[in-house]
């Protein structure tokens, strides 16, 4: 998405990234549902330590602060389709027990019309970051 690509490419990456994003986003249907998982900083560096990843070592508490305010102004706004917030600070999504417990949320959400706000299109792409057009215009 656009606000990680920001994040991580260069200015040229980045215009790269903007040419192929608005090229597919307009065939990109409207996803039913968005699913963000939120955990602690904390508990991400942990996770992110214990992975032992090359590169990740790089990734620092004032990286993920940035990206995660970036995220919350997004979903702030969002209303394209349900998000589901999923809080997994205490959760370890590699078990299975915990993959079933969340995608019975999601399937609940799914099928829940309630839990569907009302859609509004003059909001950010998540890829390209461009204000939506009106449906008719």
Do not use: N
């Not at 990234?17 to 942990?46: F, I, K, N, Q, W």
């Not at 417990?101 to 999601?106: K, P, S």
């Amino acid at each position: 998405d656009r606000l990680f690509a920001e994040k991580t490419l260069s200015p040229e990456e980045l215009e790269l990234y903007d040419r192929l994003a608005s090229s597919l986003g307009a065939r990109m249907p409207t996803p039913d549902l968005v699913v963000a998982l939120h955990a602690p900083v904390s508990v991400l560096l942990e996770r992110i330590r214990a992975r032992g990843i090359a590169g990740e070592e790089h990734i620092d508490r004032r990286y993920l602060d940035d990206l995660h305010r970036r995220y919350e102004r997004l979903w702030s706004g969002w209303t394209r389709c349900p998000v589901l917030h999923v809080e997994t600070g205490d959760v370890d999504l590699r078990e299975p027990e915990a993959q079933e417990a969340l995608m019975a949320r999601v399937e609940a959400a799914l099928l829940d019309p309630r839990s569907i706000p009302s859609r509004s299109p003059d909001q950010p792409d998540l890829f390209t970051g461009a204000v939506a057009p009106r449906p008719g215009r």
